[in-house]
């Protein structure tokens, strides 16, 4: 069991006993009152005292998390073994918490923020994205309208023109054109609600019952979100048109098979309504051709949406900016804050061009919700850009990430990155036993370990083999793909904490362990 | 303007003396490095430090929320005068951004966690789902799969069992029957996915061209999140069918209204295929019943969904239990700890009794997140419970909630609630003035100031006049419905910090407010 240092920090035991001392009764603080009316559940002297001691349990757990195994090594069902089957009658106190944390939960997380993961695309946390957290969690509001707290919807409308601007977006997507910029949970969401914009756009033309004919574009290697999104709106599942990407250009879609699946739906009667290009797609990072893509949609007055979650972080430097080129035919372009970008989960952004659109497909103003500055249509109201009503304060954080890093270290951010995602694509390819499946683009190199030629499953066991001893390992957690039927192991970077030795220590394992598994063929 | 205390407390100073001084430079600590290499966004004594610090900023607003207007007085655009129109190239400093709250952005907050909030439905924040945000802020992992962070999935169901329990839900609903819990972000979403489920189970049987033949079924005090949610899943609006609530029953849904649409429907050839029932409808607090609408539903091979989103939290007492009598027929159950559970926002619990329509509708399964343990299906993946791909460990919060807690002193945050809300109604009683407009079941009373006889548009102006007048005092917030043609008043009791004084001091302003209004009438 790996266990946190956390209590033997002098600082925790001075706020215990400069704060609190008054709240502390024996060995541990009970949290809820002896008796249900002095329940007090939002004292502020309770709340500094215990806020001061998680601050100090989390700043120990970023202390220690090289400790832990990066990937959770535990077994299905285990903390169903290790907690009761029924919440407690009476309160437990702090410390009994505490102790569950360390013992319990920690065993199953799978750390993220580790300096050595390398799985799928990051998820950054930061100092600056986590103290967003604690204060839009302290307000605590719900901001579907304006008026339920006008500084989270206004602050949201700045920080996302000041994003775009960091993009360079074309000048449509802000506030004072007719488009705008809105926090989404997810990419998935994102994608989800600028079809069904779309979906209904097209509808209102055609009509409604012609559901059924609407088709949408992508590629095989568009994000599963937008397939997904595809069964929501009820867009037919024959008509989800998935085009065979060219792995030939490193997995982009070829405009021109594009061009020819729209030809055969148009002259089969159906409505070709959809087009999702990906700036860095999932398995390979690879850029879909914008500007040829655009002009197809535009050329059918197709909806032309970019998802550019994971790789958008990188067009905030003017030397990857040229992956965005072509957005200006555009009509929603999506890019995950949380993702590479160290404001921490959840916080998705999506621009459109036009938000009429939007609000459309999405807008209910039943009567318990009108007020005066609705009414008089002089402010924006999320609930009308998004699936859910109730929304969080999740401008603040992503406000606070770019105030208090700045946009150069930000790019700074980014760059160390991908050298050192560089790097470990010299060091792949220092090493004849293994080969880089397609040309590093961002931070996330694609590679495997060459099989024996006599392979009977084209290394597709070696590969796994490999991933599931390093990942077993718990020194490091790495995933994978499958590209044009290979078996592809994903080493992304991009967790906050990543240092060179970090990349080196993964490939000396990779190497240690592929070496093992030569021997053992 | 209102200014925090922050900063003059011995506690902040002695905190940044003692754990900090070396990352402080001259005046203000810049929390980006000086040249972007040396970027550490996550070192650990620099979360510290800062976090210690935005712990006593949250402590000193929550000692002086009372100071501030409870509804924000800012008019539309305030902070784009106060904020520049682009990112900071160099880093701000802390200092500089804690004075931007406290002047900038805290003017702009409506103050859901003050005592003197009524409004709409409350949003709940607590000292233990505060730490619960924290900490899954500083995970900060992304739940998609059982693998992406055992703990996340298997705390989740636990506590929905714990919670399922509580609530005594049928044993079909709980995690090791066909069932199971998962927590969605909100009750928009939770009536999402379940219509979508629904959908998709009738189209199975019908044919996918039937979706134009789908009805839907609630009253028109069913919450505007389901109509939101046909109009995504493509339901034809002329078969979303709005049955009027029965004034004399409190504004629950006559079951015989429902039966006559469906028979009109059946007759057209149409297919009724989903009833949503309200515990505690958003206008009034009515309740359906359900054992009628239960046994409608299954005579009509129907998905049943009851929405509990506020009233479900009372139903954990056992006298307001029998309000879910008739949960047993339902396919699906709802409620919000986020809005009266001290659980911060967003925390919608969703049960279903067959979780295989769920997964059918919205499972996807990319290559990329292929792993063992999915494959083996040997756990959940609650990616394919929800709309979204991602999620944060929410159940941290919820589980701290009922462990720091207990159900005892949950069961009495409630009916406190309950006998402030009762005694505001007795106070209503009590002035010949006003008049009550529905029997008050939980912790809100629907009430109105009683128009002169001879009143043009029958107290409308009137009762908006002292709504608005008693908002923009800044001493309370309020809001509004319109109940059988009449605009009512809703006192919704239900924030943590709210004791008696304060509903007196409410009642005493309203009083006072009415009698200004009368005499100037």
Redesign the interface.
């Known amino acids: 069991m790996y266990a946190l240092p956390c209590g033997a920090m002098p600082?925790a035991k001075?706020?215990c006993c400069?704060?609190c001392c008054q709240l502390r009764e024996g060995g541990g603080t009970s949290?809820?009152?002896d008796?249900?009316?002095s329940?007090r559940?939002?004292?502020?002297?309770?709340?500094?005292e215990?806020?001061?001691r998680?601050?100090?349990?989390?700043?120990?757990?970023?202390?220690s998390i090289e400790r832990f195994p990066v990937?959770?090594q535990?077994q299905?069902?285990?903390?169903?073994e290790l907690?009761p089957?029924?919440?407690?009658?009476?309160?437990?106190t702090?410390d009994?918490?505490f102790d569950?944390?360390r013992e319990?939960?920690?065993?199953?997380?799978?750390?993220?923020?580790s300096p050595s993961y390398f799985a799928?695309y990051p998820?950054?946390?930061?100092?600056?994205?986590?103290?967003g957290?604690?204060?839009s969690?302290?307000?605590?509001?719900?901001g579907f309208s304006?008026?339920?707290?006008?500084?989270?919807t206004?602050?949201e409308?700045?920080?996302l023109?000041?994003?775009a601007?960091?993009l360079k977006l074309p000048s449509q997507f802000l506030s004072d054109a007719p488009g705008g910029g809105v926090i989404q949970?997810?990419?998935?969401?994102a994608v989800?609600v600028v079809l069904?914009a779309a979906?209904d756009r097209t509808l209102k033309k055609h009509g409604?019952?012609s559901?059924?004919k609407l088709v949408v574009y992508a590629s095989d290697q568009t994000?599963?979100?937008l397939?997904?999104a595809c069964?929501?709106?009820?867009i037919?599942p024959e008509n989800f048109r998935v085009v065979k990407a060219d792995c030939s250009k490193n997995y982009a879609v070829a405009p021109e098979a594009v061009t020819e699946a729209i030809s055969v739906d148009l002259s089969s009667g159906l409505i070709p309504f959809f087009i999702c290009a990906t700036v860095g797609t999932?398995?390979s990072s690879a850029v879909d051709p914008l500007p040829e893509l655009g002009n197809i949609a535009q050329g059918h007055d197709m909806w032309f949406h970019i998802d550019a979650a994971y790789a958008g972080s990188a067009c905030i430097c003017p030397e990857y900016r040229h992956h965005l080129d072509g957005v200006e035919k555009a009509d929603s372009f999506n890019m995950n804050a949380?993702k590479w970008f160290?404001t921490?989960?959840?916080c998705s952004l999506l621009w459109v061009k036009d938000r009429s659109y939007l609000v459309e497909?999405?807008s209910?103003?039943?009567?318990?919700?009108?007020n005066?500055?609705s009414q008089a249509n002089?402010?924006v109201d999320f609930k009308d850009w998004q699936?859910?009503?109730?929304r969080?304060f999740r401008s603040?954080k992503l406000w606070?990430v770019?105030?208090?890093?700045?946009?150069?270290?930000l790019?700074?951010?980014i760059?160390?990155h991908i050298q050192l995602a560089e790097h470990f694509e010299q060091l792949v390819l220092s090493d004849s036993r293994f080969e880089v499946m397609t040309p590093r683009i961002f931070s996330l190199v694609c590679f495997r370990l060459l099989p024996p030629t006599s392979d009977h499953d084209g290394g597709r066991q070696l590969n796994y083999d490999l991933m599931?001893t390093a990942n077993s390992s718990g020194k490091i957690f790495i995933?994978?793909?499958?590209l044009a039927g290979k078996f592809v192991l994903?080493f992304a970077v991009g967790a906050?904490?990543t240092e060179e030795q970090h990349v080196d220590a993964a490939w000396k394992l990779l190497q240690d362990e592929a070496t093992k598994l030569s021997g053992s063929a």
């Open positions: 600082c001075l706020l400069f704060c949290y809820g009152g008796d249900g009316g329940l559940p939002m004292d502020a002297e309770q709340l500094r215990c806020g001061h998680m601050v100090d349990f989390i700043a120990d757990y970023y202390k990937l959770s535990v299905p069902g285990y903390l169903k907690l089957d029924s919440a407690p009658n009476r309160p437990d702090l009994t918490l569950d944390i319990k939960i920690i065993p199953g997380v799978t750390h993220w923020q799928y998820s950054n946390s930061s100092t600056a994205g986590f103290l957290e604690m204060l969690a302290a307000f605590n509001i719900v304006w008026i339920t707290s006008p500084a989270a206004e602050l409308v700045i920080v023109d000041w994003f601007k960091m949970g997810t990419a998935s969401e989800l069904l979906r409604k019952k559901l059924e994000h599963s979100a397939q997904k069964q929501i709106a009820g037919f999932t398995s949380h160290l921490n989960f959840d497909a999405l209910t103003y039943p009567e318990f919700l009108k005066k500055a002089s402010v699936i859910p009503l109730g969080r603040l606070m770019l105030r208090l890093y700045g946009v150069e270290n790019q700074s951010y760059r160390n599931d995933s994978h793909t499958v994903r906050p904490l």
